[in-house]
């Protein structure tokens, strides 16, 4: 399974990505291979807040409706539109064309030590 050095993780199976002056979010592999095919793809506004730790939207597949938690804290800056039309993009991409939202940090930079690097990520799916 591909777990990229370069991002960060959350427990709750999201990755992080920094891209020049902001994080890019989706959920992991490992994620969307437990959910199977996902058919739905609930996200927020462009403009909303969203907190680390807490539910931001949901992904519905063939199996369950599951929320989505942020990894950090920020302004929500631009959501994956291709999703509302091709929600299998979670499944076929997920580290690329599934990519969930695009996140500006406005605030506490303490939040790094909630996030897993890809070798603690590895650890807590063997675990």
């Not at 506004?45 to 929320?67: L, M």
């Not at 299998?88 to 930079?109: F, M, Q, S």
Request: aromatic fraction near 8%; charge should be negative.
């Amino acid at each position: 399974m591909t777990i990229p050095e370069e991002f960060k993780y959350t427990k709750e199976h999201e990755w992080l990505c920094s891209e020049q002056d902001h994080f890019v979010v989706g959920i992991t592999a490992h994620a969307q291979e437990q959910l199977g095919d996902v058919v739905f793809v609930e996200l927020p506004e462009v403009g909303s807040r969203v907190k680390q730790g807490e539910s931001f939207g949901s992904v519905e597949s063939v199996k369950a409706v599951n929320d989505l938690y942020a990894p950090v804290s920020g302004e929500v800056i631009e959501i994956n539109e291709q999703l509302a039309d091709n929600a299998a993009l979670v499944n076929e991409d997920p580290y690329g064309k599934g990519w969930l939202i695009k996140v500006k940090r406005t605030d506490d930079h303490n939040e790094d030590g909630n996030l897993l690097s890809a070798a603690d990520y590895k650890k807590l799916l063997d675990g």
